[in-house]
């Protein structure tokens, strides 16, 4: 074993060993954090971090198959949009680069939170004219259904809320 003591200088299979260790654990912690956001937390069942689930108890008062469709419309919706700014993935690529820089300029960051919230409006907005499209398209009795389920869910919301508050 002839190993270099003192020069700093690591091995290649030692740093080999640490990067196949690291990205191992970065595997598994992506994987823990995924499923956290579809399975953690009191959801009714629901998972929030879907697309189709961005408008809170406006879209769970809707039935599964209407939820489905909704997501689809809203997906095709973005896929056509006329606007197609730099995507969310490369927003945060583009903050993390800004937030490293040395110096630290803080316009530039916050112009990049700035792209990310306008992006972030612009995909709740667009959802509200899916739902309010497909909203439109009910039947009356569909749509006294669907406030029903609504006032339901606001409910639960605010019992869980006031439940929390006491404890």
Do not use: C
């Amino acid at each position: 074993m002839t190993e270099q003591q003192g020069t700093g200088r690591t091995k290649p299979w030692v740093r080999a060993l640490l990067v196949a260790s690291l990205a191992l654990n970065l595997a598994v912690a992506g994987l823990a954090a995924g499923w956290a956001l579809r399975h953690g937390g009191d959801h009714a069942g629901h998972h929030p971090s879907r697309l189709d689930m961005a408008g809170g108890p406006l879209t769970r008062a809707l039935s599964d198959a209407d939820r489905r469709a909704i997501g689809r419309a809203m997906r095709d919706a973005w896929r056509n949009r006329t606007n197609n700014g730099p995507n969310i993935g490369e927003s945060f690529d583009a903050l993390v680069i800004d937030l490293r820089a040395v110096p630290f300029n803080a316009d530039r960051v916050a112009a990049q939170m700035r792209t990310q919230r306008d992006g972030f409006a612009a995909r709740f907005e667009m959802g509200q004219e899916v739902l309010l499209t497909h909203l439109t398209a009910m039947s009356d009795a569909d749509r006294a259904a669907y406030a029903d389920r609504l006032e339901a869910q606001i409910a639960e919301y605010r019992a869980k809320r006031e439940k929390h508050r006491k404890d």
